[in-house]
């Protein structure tokens, strides 16, 4: 018989919040892991901005930047809940400080829960006779979870409990899903950060979704 998502709320709630005061009690006892992968993110034309147009060095071009401030934009890539660990420990490599409390907007746009598996298009130009371009399917990422929605639910707890850690007290968080788990999202954002600091949902709309014969048409996310 299959689990009751109502029943094992709880302890998806409990599992949760325990797996992440163990990664922010191994914060304090110095355990420290870096950000996996840095890049600068800058126009490559820029000759007005902090580098004018140079290449700076890393990781001396973080401590630098902003006329000797600690802080430039950087795209990281990785497992979130290490990368969440590490912006909470902070980077002395980088010159990265601690974010915690100090995160004004947070948005994020997880998996839908959606049992399917998506996969990317590669584009080879020049490659058959007639020089059209040929396409490479490339696998992307899994959306299938082992126990259902139940497994989908315990992924994104802990990591939203690290958000709320990382906001500053007029921290904003936008949550991207859609009708799959939309509803168990909103009771768990509602447990962790609190009903009364719900301040919106707001609708994505589109065009397309068709004319189901079995269903109204599917036509926004939230």
């Known amino acids: 018989m299959a689990k009751s998502l109502i029943e094992e709320l709880p302890r998806i709630a409990s599992e949760g919040r325990q797996e992440a005061q163990r990664i922010i009690e191994r914060l ?27 290449v700076p060095n890393i990781p001396n071009a973080f401590n630098n930047a902003l006329d000797g401030g600690t802080w430039m934009n950087r795209l990281v890539y990785g497992d979130n809940l290490l990368t969440m660990q590490a912006l909470l420990a902070g980077d002395p490599q980088t010159g990265l400080p601690s974010l915690r409390g100090k995160v004004d907007l947070i948005y994020i746009d ?4 959606s049992k399917a598996d998506y996969r990317t298009k590669v584009v080879l130009p020049g490659v058959d006779i007639q020089q059209k371009p040929t396409v490479i399917e490339q696998f992307a990422y899994a959306d299938t979870w ?3 929605t139940i497994s989908y639910l315990k992924m994104i707890y802990p990591r939203l409990v690290l958000m709320k850690e990382l906001l500053s007290d007029r921290g904003s968080i936008y949550v991207h899903i859609d009708w799959h788990v939309g509803a168990y999202m909103k009771v768990i954002l509602d447990d962790i950060f609190g009903k009364a600091n719900n301040l919106n949902e707001i609708i994505w709309h589109y065009q397309s979704g068709g004319i189901p014969e079995s269903t109204f048409a599917r036509k926004h996310d939230t």
Do not use: A, C, M, W
């Open 110 to 113: 997880p998996p839908f829960d």
């Open 28 to 54: 304090s006892s110095g355990t420290r892991i870096g950000l996996q992968t840095n890049e600068l993110v800058l126009p490559r034309k820029d000759v007005s901005g902090f580098f004018r147009g140079q």
């Open 146 to 148: 082992e126990e259902g």
